[in-house]
């Protein structure tokens, strides 16, 4: 008896995956960007009998979650995990040390390489899992071992595995080879760099039941027409006789629902399961946070974006925006949060709003596409801001996991595409996963772009971004924060219209960064990133500021566990504002706060 969860959310640029359970045992097929924080809303996350990630491909549609997975797994005290993928997936394993930390999990990870058959990619005594990879040789290899799969004389054949040992200490320049029938390591092996290779799915033979699960994805209509003749199909086709055989579709929501694709789906042999989903309209997966958006907007909807999934509420805003912006914002007495509850607050004046954030022609436009932490959030995404500085070209603020979900969240699949091409820079302030992880989205959704993307960013994500740009194809321009000059940014400040850009350290992690852009208008925007209360290196940074964005992770009665975390409480980001002239229109905003 197995159970296959499928875990998906188009409408917030979530690509596909399932979670596998046969007899308590967990097994899951690709781990996507944002995936815990899917799965933590809708109580599907994995338990910790977790026992195998499989990974498609090793770029960030199946394996940008992985970090925030590993996070997860080791505060629930999970031992020991399996990680299968193709190749690059050695690089993608070993590149999260530059921003994450875990003695646990262990991870054991066995990577497909191109070569001669001669073993199961997995297996255990629930099934065996045979890779199929996207080269032609050896196809008609794999299709003859699986019309004799099971039986008392052998087992499926798969490509050559390397299986390594990956750890999560700072320097692990290395991959240890172990026997996948043995417990630990065997020897040392230096990990070279690979090519990054696409599998077209994996084929499970169910040992318990008489069953064949076949995980497929394809990544355009080409891939399509290959596996159509690959002869693992054909072989199927035989096994549906006498076995129940299971398709799953890992394909992108946007290839799957093409009628050339509809069309393939009834020529292939046993149920066909599309994990994208099959409803017309996308569906929003991240309800809790769109619930809170939605009030917003509803309150003004010219300040506040709707989830692009929900078309009237844009319409709406459009309307109001027609109207001539007020001269002030009144701050109202009391707040209530989308769920009903009210709280008081302070007496305040009414605040001048700066014309360049009015949301006249010309403005500023700045949409937090996330405020969260590294724990997953049911109701807010990593660290993100999105500057719309010109009506061409925007600017983005650290890049948490999900990012480029959030992009596809606020503005659509098209929109999200326009947008991240309009990129003029991402500045990253430090090395933690909530503020970079998501730059692999965000880089390979610029895949088509003839300019490569800058990227001003600390050593550590420099270091990352030389591990895997070369088996990703990502193309960037990297400025350090401690060096933020060279022509590239003097291109980028005169394409933004900026007459500077600053980086200020601040008091988090070693190599910790804030920021201060100053526009040839005459505004400025100072952002913290994550910090102590920094003064007077960042306060005397950010005097004057019209936009002044600072973080206040925790309450003003835990400055204690603020402390020891080195961030900064409310009473404490107040504190930066007022140690100098008060801004214009200071922003009050946490990274954290409880409430929305």
Known sequence: MWIAQAITA????????????????????????????????????????????????????????????????????????????????????????HSIRWEHPQVLLSQCLPGPLDSSAYQDEQMEVTALDSNADGSAEQGAA????????????????????????????????????????VRSQAAGPGRDQHLWGYLC??????????????????????ISRHPVIASLQHAHASRRVVV?????????????????????????????????????????????????????????????????????????????????????????????????????????VPACLLGEAGAVRVTFLGTGAAEPSKHRAPSAIHLQVTSAAGVLLDCGEGTWGQFVHFWGASGAVKKVEQLACVWISHKHADHMLGLGGILSARSHCATPLLVIG?????????????????????????????AALNSMLTQLGLAGWQCIPVRHCRDAWGCVLTSRQGWRIAYSGDTLPCIPTFSQAALGATLLIHEATFESDMAHQAQAKRHSTVDGALQTESSGTTPQYPLREGQRPKRV
């Not at 596998?20 to 690709?30: I, K, P, R, V």
């Not at 990974?55 to 940008?64: D, E, P, S, W």
């Not at 992985?66 to 190749?87: E, N, V, Y």
């Not at 033979?205 to 290959?226: E, I, K």
């Open 10 to 97: 188009p409408a917030d640029g979530i690509q596909p995956a399932v979670l596998l359970e046969a007899a308590g045992a967990q097994y899951l097929f690709n781990v996507p960007e944002a995936f815990s924080r899917l799965a933590l809303e809708h109580k599907c996350r994995p338990k910790g009998s977790l026992r195998a990630v499989f990974a498609l491909g090793a770029g960030t549609a199946a394996t940008g979650g992985l970090g925030g997975l590993l996070l997860r797994l080791k505060a629930d005290g999970h031992g020991q995990l399996r990680l299968i993928g193709p190749t690059g997936m050695i690089a993608v394993a070993h590149a999260l040390r």
């Open 146 to 185: 699986l019309k004799g799969a099971h039986q008392a004389n052998g087992g499926t054949a798969v490509r050559h595995i390397k299986h390594v040992l990956v750890t999560g200490s700072p320097n692990p320049l290395y991959s240890r080879s172990f026997d996948p029938g043995e417990q630990g390591p």
């Open 205 to 226: 033979h169910m040992r318990a039941c008489a069953s064949v699960l076949l995980f497929l994805c394809c990544r355009d209509l080409t891939d399509m027409a290959q």
């Open 248 to 352: 799953f579709h890992m394909t992108s929501w946007a290839l799957s629902h093409q009628s050339d694709y509809a069309t393939w789906l009834t020529s292939l042999p046993g149920q066909q399961v599309q994990v994208a989903g099959q409803q017309q309209q996308q569906e929003l997966g991240f309800v809790r946070a769109a619930c809170a958006q939605v009030s917003l907007a509803a309150l003004a909807p010219a300040r506040f974006l709707p989830p692009a999934a929900l078309p009237w509420m844009a319409s709406l805003a459009q309307e109001e925006s027609k109207t001539p912006p007020e001269e002030s914002v009144p701050l109202p007495h009391t707040q209530q949060s989308p769920m009903g509850h009210t709280s008081p607050l302070a007496p305040l004046q009414d605040v001048p």
């Open 458 to 486: 600390t050593r550590a994500v420099q270091s990352w971004l030389r591990e895997l740009g070369p088996h990703m194809g990502w193309r960037y321009i990297f400025v350090s924060c401690s060096m933020c000059t060279g």
